[in-house]
Nanobody
């Protein structure tokens, strides 16, 4: 089993930056990809970005493309999400997730972290 712990959320002004980290432990070799999702109040959880664990293929939601960058640190078994040019609409709880099976890395995630709050003030 894979365990995920997010960190790095907080309050930032519009136009600012934050970096989220997701530390993975356990059977990390069984993960095909790690991804970030977010859920704003009253909205469904949505895909943000993902990266395959071994090859490093990435995918981004259109709403964050060019502003957010996902990367992995193999030595630390961690995945980070660098968020730049943040806007109030980026306010949400951000979740790290692990996908165990192959396939499109926007879907079918099996294991979830507890989430970290990101608030962007205008």
């Amino acid at each position: 089993q894979v365990q995920l712990v997010e960190s790095g959320g907080g309050l930032v002004q519009a136009g600012g930056s934050l970096r989220l980290s997701c530390a993975a432990s356990g059977r990390t070799y069984s993960s095909y990809a790690l991804g970030w999702f977010r859920q704003a109040p009253g909205k469904e959880r949505e895909f943000v970005a993902a990266i395959t664990w071994f090859i490093g293929i990435t995918d981004y939601a259109d709403s964050v493309k060019g502003r957010f960058t996902i990367s992995r640190d193999d030595a630390k078994n961690a995945v980070s999400l660098q968020m730049n040019s943040l806007a109030p609409e980026d306010t949400a709880v951000y979740y790290c997730a692990a996908k165990l099976g192959a396939g499109p890395i926007r879907y079918a995630y099996n294991i979830w972290g507890q989430g970290t709050q990101v608030t962007v003030s205008s």
